[in-house]
Nanobody, 119 residues
């Protein structure tokens, strides 16, 4: 069973940057797609970005395209989300998630990390 632990959230001013990390417990994640999601107060959880671990193929939500970068470091089994040009509307709890290739839904989630962007 994959376990995910996020870190790196915090408070930042608009226009600033943060990098989130997600350590993946399972040694072999080559058959997984890893994603970042977020949930703002009073809103539904939404997709932010994903990366296929084996190929580094990435997908982004339109709202973050050009500002956020998802990546992974295979030697450390760690997933990252580099967030630049942050906006107040990026404020949310950010979650790391995993799903197996060929499976549509994410079935493993981290505990979440708070990101707050002040105006």
């Amino acid at each position: 069973q994959v376990q995910l632990v996020e870190s790196g959230g915090g408070l930042v001013q608009a226009g600033g940057s943060l990098r989130l990390s997600c350590v993946v417990s399972q040694r072999s994640v080559s058959r997984y797609v890893m994603g970042w999601f977020r949930q703002a107060p009073g809103k539904e959880r939404e997709f932010v970005a994903s990366i296929t671990w084996s190929t580094a193929y990435t997908v982004y939500a339109d709202s973050v395209k050009g500002r956020f970068t998802i990546s992974r470091e295979t030697a450390k089994n760690t997933l990252y989300l580099q967030m630049d040009s942050l906006k107040p509307e990026d404020t949310a709890v950010y979650y790391c998630a995993a799903r197996r290739l060929g499976v549509l839904s994410y079935d493993t989630w981290g505990q979440g990390t708070q990101v707050t962007v002040s105006s």
